[in-house]
């Protein structure tokens, strides 16, 4: 194997290594992110199903 | 006296910052799941001895609340604590030691979630609850990690309070009151942390002299230790059978208390008793056995007042 060949070859391995990184990073963040939404989610799930049952079925009476 | 010089170097030399960013699982571990259980099943078992009965829901996003409140001082511990967690066998994979979480983002982390338990919790049931619960999250992270941890050997007898609030928040979010109940809930816990955390730092003495925490063991020695471990015991032998004879637990109860309490005592002696070179085996064994204790203890305590509500032997 050359020089320059060698050297090609280790910079294509640092550069998939590299490649590979930021695909965990994005996948990570994408991860997080869905997460978060999730969170936020069941946060106003809860008030809402907290909500029923605090007023029960007064919910419903109310002058139309 | 400071023991660690405040928050500095908290990131180890030679470790990398995480370049692939946290994952959802490096949060949930800042959340300290096993602690967090602890205090699910504490604030649970005060909830359910309350008087007053309440409505499952509420009664589930109460515990939930409690539980991401418990969570969320973990967090600002493992912020704060970042630097000694590093230099401790026990800690030193945790995610913002490792690089793999942001110290800062652990702050935001922690504190969004504690004001967000707190409002939850004071929303859901009554306002005492919710303040009892950010009292709690303070003493944990301000009194006990900032202030205690650092400073003095007392300080899991002081910070023990901390893990014993649960017990009684769970009843104070039901009746909105604090009675002699769940003072005992409280003062059970409050006695079990000493022996359960002294039995832990006996054996893993080196890592606390290593981090220079103030540890019992590490400042008054292994003697001194042992036998705070007994008095202590004895301690919470006696206080776990208050129960009995203050009218709200039957005798059920009191033998499986009174059989465990005197396991810990047992235990306790025995550790006393050892010589050096199995100490740290039977301090070892305490440390588990008191796990097990506390869980026998108020599961006991749960299910016969349970069965006695349901007439099941009428």
Do not use: C
Request: hydrophobic letters at 55%.
């Amino acid at each position: 194997m050359t020089e320059q060949t060698k050297q090609m070859t280790d910079k294509q391995t640092v550069e998939t290594e590299i490649d590979e990184q930021e695909q965990l990073r994005l996948k990570r963040q994408r991860r997080r992110s869905i997460a978060t939404a999730l969170g936020l989610v069941l946060f106003v799930l809860t008030f809402f199903v907290l909500t029923m049952v605090r007023m029960g079925p007064d919910l419903f009476v109310r002058p139309l | 006296m400071a023991y660690v010089d405040g928050n500095a170097g908290t990131k180890p030399k030679g470790i990398a910052h995480g370049v692939a960013g946290a994952s959802v699982g490096d949060y949930i571990e800042l959340l300290k799941p096993r602690v967090m259980s602890l205090v699910v099943f504490t604030a649970l078992v005060g909830m359910l001895l309350a008087p007053s009965g309440v409505h499952p829901v509420i009664g589930l996003i109460a515990i939930v609340s409690i539980a991401i409140g418990g969570g969320a001082s973990g967090a600002l511990n493992m912020w704060y604590d970042a630097d000694i967690d590093a230099l401790m066998s026990r800690t030193k994979n945790r995610p913002i030691p490792v690089g793999r979480v942001d110290k800062s983002h652990a702050l935001v982390f922690g504190m969004f979630l504690s004001v967000a338990s707190v409002i939850l919790l004071g929303v859901t049931t009554n306002w005492m609850a919710g303040g009892l619960l950010a009292f709690t999250i303070f003493f944990y992270v301000v009194i006990y990690t900032i202030w205690l941890k650092r400073r003095t050997a007392q300080n899991i007898v002081i910070g023990g309070a901390a893990g014993a609030f649960p017990a009684m928040l769970g009843w104070v979010a039901v009746t909105g009151a604090v009675t002699i109940e769940p003072f005992i809930l409280f003062l059970i816990v409050f006695l079990w942390t000493p022996p359960h955390f002294w039995a832990l730092a006996l054996y893993k003495k080196g890592d606390y002299e290593a981090a220079n925490i103030p540890m019992l063991p590490n400042v008054a020695g292994e003697r001194t230790t042992q036998i705070q471990i007994v008095i202590y015991s004895l301690l919470l032998g006696i206080s776990s059978l208050l129960p009995v004879f203050l009218g709200f637990a039957g005798l059920a109860y009191g033998v499986v208390a009174g059989g465990f309490g005197l396991g810990m005592i047992g235990l306790s002696i025995h550790l006393f008793a050892t010589s050096k070179n199995l100490m740290r085996a039977r301090a070892r064994r305490l440390f588990s056995f008191s796990l097990l204790y506390l869980f026998i203890v108020f599961l006991a305590l749960l299910l016969e007042t349970l069965i006695i509500r349901s007439n099941f032997f009428s």
